[in-house]
Nanobody, 123 residues
Framework: QVQLVESGGGLVQAGGSLRLSCAAS??????MAWFRQAPGKERDFVAA????????YYADSVKGRFTISRDKAKNTVNLQMNSLKPEDTARYYC??????????????????WGQGTQVTVSS
């Protein structure tokens, strides 16, 4: 059974930090990513990483503040979020796919998703 399980969300003040984790099981993925969705808005790309080479890609809105990384031993992808802003408030989802040859930023292309974890940044 393929599973992606997120953890690490919560409430933080603006300027603070949070670290999200996504534990994958049941399949070897080529690319893993984080998306986020605020109420009434579309699910937006945040960051992605290729499993084999560790290449990363970020949305402009988080570049320089967020860092995506992978832990091969734990089959986990992490998202370190620093200098958080109220506009970062959203439900954050882990996504993965075993077939991508490069980083994909469109949510509809990912076949596997976690249940999401809420991140709330207060001003």
């Amino acid at each position: 059974q393929v599973q992606l399980v997120e953890s690490g969300g919560g409430l933080v003040q603006a300027g603070g930090s949070l670290r999200l984790s996504c534990a994958a099981s049941g399949l070897t993925f080529s690319t893993m990513a984080w998306f986020r969705q605020a109420p009434g808005k579309e699910r937006d790309f945040v960051a992605a990483i290729t499993w084999r080479s560790g290449n990363t890609y970020y949305a402009d809105s988080v570049k320089g503040r967020f860092t995506i990384s992978r832990d091969k031993a734990k089959n986990t992808v992490n998202l370190q979020m620093n200098s958080l802003k109220p506009e970062d408030t959203a439900r954050y989802y882990c996504a993965a796919d075993p077939s991508f040859l490069s980083i994909i930023v469109r949510a509809g292309d990912y076949n596997y998703w976690g249940q999401g974890t809420q991140v709330t940044v207060s001003s």
